[in-house]
């Protein structure tokens, strides 16, 4: 956005609380207590459930066509982080097996960041930032109640965001819904061929969507936005119009300072997402605190917290999702 300054800073501008924050639950995450958390009001109702509803009424932006476009959008998404493990790429067609590379001999760390964020932004990542690995935003659980474990030589993550188009500003549509769902489902190529790059080198690489770890630490770390009200990255280029990717490796890399642009200042005046959210599942309190909602909301974290078991309930009363909050934000424009 225009006539904003953005300052490097030495440290992230986020708060935590280190004596309650622990690593996050992933089965905590709305999504999974979809599927585990029978006390939820949301437990196994898909987001999709009154699509058929809403296609009868013939409201714009919610027909059969959308609809089918919006779910498919989804598909890659849907069952990359599996597919492109390292272990299923571990074979004959993806490896270069003739001929047998060495490692490959990191001169001078400056150019050859370089050529690994100009890579990652070759297969369609829109801003790319590197930190080193705070393991505490790893996840402790997947969201099937299964723990992670990232080994400790994964020492930097390459955090990526994929900028959402245009139809994100047709929010709550099904059109904004497509437009989720193609970021996500650009993430499989970009994070699974950037891991696979770094493996061609001779170096480990774990790519990851949302899972195995918080994104939205990770990208602050990494340099590319600051906490919103919305609960969202805000990054000054393109706002939260952006979905997150990232790879975890043990190749040495320079790393990006975190930036400050006086985002919390802005978002106490600003409050456009909050209009926006048309069931107030965003905080109007004037300054942000450590207070949560719910189990979904990780303790620990000064933020302005979102009631994202409202948020759940509205994506299920609209058929799909939605990105209202996304789109009202200034810097998303
Ligand atoms: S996604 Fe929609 S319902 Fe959820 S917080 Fe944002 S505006 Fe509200
Ligand atoms: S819409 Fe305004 S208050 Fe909400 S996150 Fe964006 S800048 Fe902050």
């Not at 109640?145 to 955090?159: F, L, R």
């Not at 990717?245 to 006086?262: H, Y």
Request: proline share 4%; net charge negative.
């Amino acid at each position: 956005m225009n006539g904003i300054t953005v300052k490097r800073v030495d440290k992230p501008t986020y708060e935590i609380d280190e004596e309650i924050l622990e690593q996050f639950n992933e089965q905590q995450n709305i999504f999974a207590r979809v599927i585990y958390d029978n006390d939820a009001p949301f437990f196994y109702k898909c987001n999709y459930i009154n699509s058929e509803k809403l296609i009868e009424e013939e409201k714009k932006g919610y027909s059969r066509i959308e609809l089918a476009r919006a779910v498919s959008s989804w598909t890659l998404f849907n069952h990359f982080s599996d597919a492109f493990c390292d272990q299923k790429l571990d074979n004959e067609i993806t490896k270069l097996s003739e001929p047998q590379l060495a490692k490959y001999d990191i001169e001078d760390m400056t150019p050859f960041t370089k050529e690994v964020k100009e890579t990652a932004l070759k297969f369609g990542a829109s801003l790319v930032g590197i930190c080193e690995l705070n393991h505490k935003w790893i996840y402790k659980n997947n969201r099937h109640g299964e723990s992670i474990n990232i080994p400790q030589e994964y020492t930097h993550a390459i955090v990526m965001a994929i900028e959402m188009n245009e139809d994100i500003f047709n929010s709550p549509d099904w059109s904004a819904v497509t437009s989720g769902g193609i970021s996500y489902s650009q993430m499989a190529f970009v994070s699974a061929s950037l891991a696979q790059f770094i493996r061609h080198l001779g170096y480990k690489a774990i790519s990851a969507g949302n899972d195995t770890a918080l994104n939205i630490p990770l990208a602050i770390d990494a340099g590319l936005g600051e906490l919103g009200r919305n609960g969202m990255l805000v990054t000054p280029e393109l706002g939260s119009k952006v979905r997150i990717c990232k790879v975890f490796t043990d190749i040495p890399l320079e790393v990006d300072k975190s930036i400050d642009f006086s985002l919390q200042n802005f978002c106490k005046k600003c409050k456009l997402c909050i209009e926006a959210c048309e069931v107030s599942a965003i905080s109007c309190d004037a300054d942000p605190s450590y207070k949560i909602k719910s189990v979904s909301n990780n303790p620990g974290i000064k933020r302005w917290v979102v009631d994202v078991e409202k948020c759940y309930m509205f994506w299920i009363e609209n058929g799909g999702g939605c990105s209202s909050c996304i789109a009202a934000c200034p810097f998303s424009k």
